[in-house]
């Protein structure tokens, strides 16, 4: 799945806040960017008979992402939605969801994230496979985030090779 997809924390966090406050009902919406680079999400309704049960974007609402996206230069690179239950796999009502072969299905939980693409075959329900979240130089975590659970599968870490490099001396300020 080659290197991941990059998304700032303050996106995912507010993902994640947007997915808490709306309780026991699915958020959803869409990602926008560039390939490798989750830059904005925007919400959509969720149009589902039961949004407690499952989610359905509006089609006005991908219509319209999907101009403004290509006005910009930029596409929309698939689809987020919240699982209130914080398990954040692909159900099965998702993987029968999953029409477009390598969409990007993001699925968050109070506590948790996790990156999926659609994939004929995928190791996941026949129709995802994981794909790593890389959050691109950021600063230094704050006390909260690093408490916070992130549930990716074990294959989607990003890889933190820093820690293996001993330390040689006083530490410097880097810019
Ligand atoms: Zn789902």
Redesign the pocket.
Known sequence: MGTGVKISRALLDRLRNEAAAAGPLEICGLLVGRVGQIEKTVASSNLAADPAQGFLLDPATQIAVQRRAREKGRTVLGCY?S?PSGDVR??A??AAQAEEEGALWL?VSRDAAALWIASKGGAVRGRFDAVALTFPSSPEPRLGDVRRKTALPPQARPANRDQDIPDRGPRHEIH
Do not use: A, E, T
Request: no cysteine; glycine share 0%.
């Open positions: 939605h699982h692909p159900s009502k998702d699925i």
